[in-house]
């Protein structure tokens, strides 16, 4: 139900920007670029999107889904390295700080949610 909400709203952003353009030409790809605790199931949020855009300019487009990591940066040591999350971990699970892997120092923990950026193809090249 999450990737459902979550397609609904992103078509829904993407649909009002085409009609703001008054874009007539169909969407070849939809590239998202999001932290991975934004998303469940990849598979749910793709077969949320096809549904989602039937009948629309994004019906045939394909979907392309960039999942970004929780980053851990330790001031102490200079580490920058992700963060093991697993299918278990919530956004509100996080904190954000945690002990470095490396040098034991307080490191802080950034990135890995919600939507960092949308991209849509069109057949002539990139547009939005």
Request: hydrophobic residues 45%; glycine residues 6%.
């Amino acid at each position: 139900m999450h990737e459902y909400s979550l397609m609904q709203d992103i078509i829904s952003t993407i649909l009002e920007r085409l009609e703001e353009e008054r874009a007539t030409d169909p969407v070849k790809e939809v590239v998202l670029k999001m932290g991975v605790l934004g998303i469940h199931s990849e598979a749910a949020a793709r077969t949320a999107f096809e549904v989602l855009a039937k009948g629309t300019l994004l019906e045939n487009a394909r979907l392309t889904v960039m999942v970004k990591p929780v980053m851990l940066e330790c001031p102490k040591c200079r580490s920058l390295a992700p963060y093991p999350i697993d299918e278990h971990t919530h956004a509100h699970d996080l904190l954000p700080v945690v002990v470095c892997p490396v040098c034991q120092g307080l490191a802080n923990l950034s990135g890995g949610q919600g939507v960092e950026s949308i991209e849509l193809i069109f057949e002539d090249g990139p547009a939005a």
